[in-house]
């Protein structure tokens, strides 16, 4: 026996009491870890100084994270949901962190092949697996409510590089006294840079252990007090956990589904890439001087990291009540509309201007989170984890022609932030004609034939049907579910009442790093009034 099958997802079935509320924050645990990849810029000058290498040679390293985490997703998916989130977890953890450890020791050493390696390829593998190591748990513990669920956990990815930033910045000047984040040109040490490094990789493995720890599968038949599978709109096949991931490639679904989230994704990054400068381009005169200030400018790349947090949780979780086809209708229909308001009127005003980007970047990031619970909609829980895993190749390929789409356009006009706001037109209309073809691939989505499901022999047997009980308050939920014999599901007052300390300090850990991460970043937000 393997030291690791202890993890195994037959070892890891949660007692009948335990509280479902533990799996968000060991979500958000893992979230908020692998969230820094999208912090790297904050050293990243300090990277090109130490090795006396190009921007595009320093790049290349978070290149390689992106595309090792949208290939070790895909092709990791279907390990992920037969060994269990402990060990896929656990696999993340070891990956992830040990990925920083390698780069450091490329960093201490001078050899920027080994920063590639283990940032690179070792740490990407850490973030595909850590991204969708989760997912399917969620949705089983949270059945009744899998939009809410999801939307917690990636906003944790949002949020992981809003706590990230600021971190590293003070990590770099505490080991290197001269660095100082706040004057341009200022760079951290070499030695610097490999404390940065060892600290981070160390203390991600620390919070994604606490994951790790907390983690559990749902017994056999389990469901939520109060929960009726009967009443459930969305479920796809009586009889039938789900679809396999290989039988779900060969459905139009997956493949109109992949379209809404690449043509969702695009048209986000379009703001994304060109945040500041964009705006303030939008507000430059004739003669070249922008109303906007640089301060001002960066206020609002801290106004859409709020938005695409919040968008993460409000949206997905309106998805619970509204529906997960309707919600895209509504991220693809009005993003188009919002960005024909910007092309055309969002000059007039930076309050009109900043008020539909924001929108439109909450509907990037509620994609990303509502994505899993549609897919559990269409496919069901039997591998949706590695369904989910073979989507993302959706994201990595919109991580590529969204900036290509928009530095085709602007490098045929001039460098962003010396441009006005008629060479954003075409671009932006772009931008248009792509939500209108996913506003499309989505009206497109029908149920799948019952063909493509496994049959009900290999799956779990149905549960005895549990008798009614009001739902209770999230603080105190106690799991419910069938007994051997039949009889009605208990509920575990008692045990629930035990597991509260750990409910208590579990959320408060992702809490004051959620706290930070919106405090720091409405720091930053507050200049686009005040700069």
């Not at 047997?461 to 009980?469: G, I, N, S, V």
């Amino acid at each position: 026996m393997s030291a690791l099958s202890v993890l195994d997802r037959e070892r890891s079935v949660a007692p009948r009491s335990y509280n479902r509320w533990l799996i968000p924050p060991a979500a958000l645990a893992v979230h908020l870890s692998i969230g820094q990849a999208y912090a790297t810029s904050v050293y990243k000058n300090s990277l090109v100084e130490h090795f006396d290498a190009s921007q595009t040679q320093i790049g290349i390293i978070f290149s390689i994270a992106i595309v090792m985490l949208g290939l070790s997703a895909a092709l990791g998916g279907t390990w992920v949901e037969h060994n269990g989130p402990r060990k896929a977890m656990l696999v993340a953890a070891a990956f992830w962190s040990g990925g920083f450890l390698v780069g450091a020791l490329g960093i201490a050493t001078g050899q920027l092949w080994l920063l590639y390696l283990g940032y690179g390829f070792f740490g990407g593998i850490g973030l595909g697996i850590g991204y969708i190591s989760p997912v399917s748990t969620l949705m089983k513990w949270f059945p009744d409510r899998p939009g809410l669920a999801t939307g917690l956990a990636i906003m944790g990815f949002g949020g992981g590089a809003l706590v990230a930033s600021p971190v590293s910045n003070q990590l770099m000047a505490l080991y290197d006294p001269a660095y100082d984040a706040t004057v341009p040109g200022s760079v951290a040490s070499g030695g610097a840079l490999v404390g940065l490094f060892v600290t981070l990789g160390l203390g991600y493995f620390a919070l994604m252990m606490m994951g790790v720890a907390l983690v559990r599968v749902p017994p056999k038949g389990w469901r939520p007090a109060g929960y009726d599978p009967a009443a459930n709109n969305h479920a796809p096949v009586a009889g039938s956990d789900g679809v396999s991931a290989n039988n779900a490639l060969r459905t139009p679904q997956f493949w109109l589904l992949w379209t809404v989230l690449f043509t969702n994704v695009t048209a986000g990054i379009g703001i994304l890439e060109h945040a500041s400068p964009l705006l303030q381009d939008f507000f430059r005169d004739a003669s070249g001087t922008s109303a906007v200030t640089a301060a001002a400018a960066g206020g609002f790349v801290g106004v859409l990291s709020l938005f695409n947090m919040a968008g993460r949780f409000v949206w997905s979780s309106t998805s619970d009540i509204v529906g997960r086809k309707p919600i895209y209708a509504f991220y693809l229909g009005a993003g188009a509309i919002l960005y024909i308001l910007m092309a055309t009127v969002g000059g007039t005003s930076t309050i009109v201007f900043v008020a539909t980007a924001g929108i439109i970047i909450s509907f990037y990031g509620g994609g990303f989170a509502t994505v899993p619970a549609y897919l559990r909609d269409l496919f069901g829980t039997y591998e949706v984890g590695a369904i989910h895993g073979r989507l993302l190749t959706a994201w990595s390929a919109a991580g590529i022609a969204g900036p290509l789409i928009i530095n085709a356009f602007l490098d045929a006009q001039g460098e962003p932030g010396t441009l006005t706001r008629d060479a954003y037109q075409a671009p932006l209309f772009t931008m248009v004609g792509l939500l209108v073809v996913g506003f499309t691939a989505n009206l497109l989505i029908r149920r799948v034939n019952a063909r493509f499901f496994e049959p009900a022999e290999k799956e779990s047997a149905p549960a005895a049907p549990a008798a009614p009980a009001a739902p209770a308050a999230p603080a105190a939920e106690a799991a419910a579910a069938p007994d051997p014999s039949g009889a009605a599901p208990r509920t575990d007052e008692g045990a629930s009442r035990s597991t509260l300390p750990l409910l208590v300090a579990s959320w408060a850990v992702v809490a004051i790093l959620l706290g930070y991460a919106v405090l720091r970043v409405s720091t930053t937000a507050a200049r686009l009034f005040t700069g």
